[in-house]
């Protein structure tokens, strides 16, 4: 019985050795499955099943890893001022983001450059200007406590204009897109960075939403609405990519009919967003203006 549990033990929490190891092979053999065109069945169901045996032991050794996060966090200066100080998590928050939109800019341009698409092209403009708007906001956290409540509205209402503007220059882009049929075609390894990508900022835009509902400083409410905005967009996108990896030319009409709805539903709640930043932080500079 004793042996019975041991071996057990050792199956479902092997030596981490081995867990990266068999990880680097589901991984491999999953990019293989999806990427070979012409793939050997045999490998493919032997690379599903490594699959779920390396994300089973995986997720068995998160506790592990959470206790080893928390004791690292109390232990160290940076991870517990991270925890502590709303400032300093949202200029890492923002260096994060700031960064991860660049590369997803890079990412577009050089699909665009390859496959000569506007859809991708556009894509690239948008994330460009996710980028700037960033930056200034980055810029502006540095200086959050100096900077006057007005300046701050001033900044608020300027990513509320932006988001407008980007927001219905991609509708226009997307309506021609699906009105003359101008296609836009990806590759398993395109849809994988993708929903790696869309993972991490719907997962970020849902936690910080969560986390500064409580603080209404327009520096911090205008991070949470555009990282919203940016998660909708790669949403969007991601289904874009699926749908033409994963649909046939018998599923035409109905990728139209999904990409409309879609981009619709994302671009009027993206529209709704960029319309109340704008109204709100007029509200409140009039409101200022009164004051003084």
């Known amino acids: 019985m004793f042996k019975r549990c041991k071996i057990l033990k050792n199956i479902c929490y092997p030596h981490i050795a081995i867990v990266v190891f068999i990880t680097a092979i589901a991984i491999g053999g999953l990019i293989y499955s999806f990427a070979s065109i012409n793939p050997i069945p045999v ?10 045996y390396s994300l089973t032991i ?3 050794r998160v506790p592990f890893v959470i206790n080893k996060i928390k004791t690292f966090s109390n232990n160290n200066k940076l991870a517990l001022r991270y925890k502590t100080d709303i400032n300093y998590r949202n200029k890492v928050s923002l260096y994060t983001t700031t960064s991860t939109n660049l590369l997803c800019m890079l990412f577009y341009l050089i699909m665009g450059i390859f496959n000569q698409s506007l859809w991708f092209y556009s894509l690239s ?18 200086k959050e406590y100096d900077l006057d409540i007005e300046r701050q509205w001033h900044r608020y209402r300027f990513c509320g204009i932006v988001l ?5 220059s991609l509708a226009i882009i997307t309506f021609f897109i699906i009105r003359y049929g101008y296609g836009f075609s990806y590759h398993y390894i395109e849809t994988i960075a993708i929903a790696l990508f869309t993972f991490i900022a719907t ?27 940016s998660a909708l967009v790669s949403m969007f996108s991601l289904e874009t990519a699926m749908l033409s990896v994963f649909g046939s030319s018998k599923d ?8 409309t709805l879609t981009g619709s539903i994302f671009g009027l709640i993206i529209l709704v967003i ?13 409101n200022i203006k009164k004051l003084h």
């Open 203 to 229: 997962t970020l835009a849902i936690i910080n939403s969560i986390k500064y509902r409580k603080f209404h400083q327009p520096i911090i409410s205008a991070i949470k609405f555009v990282g919203l905005s």
């Open 43 to 52: 490998l493919q169901y032997l690379f599903y099943v490594i699959s779920a």
């Open 252 to 259: 035409f009409m109905l990728r139209q009919i999904m990409t």
């Open 125 to 142: 403009i948008y994330y460009f200007l996710l980028t700037i708007m960033r930056f200034f906001l980055l810029k502006d956290i540095y």
């Open 274 to 286: 960029g319309v109340f930043m704008i109204v709100k932080s007029t509200n409140e500079i009039n």
């Open 58 to 60: 995986i997720c068995f």
């Open 164 to 168: 407008v503007v980007i927001n219905v």
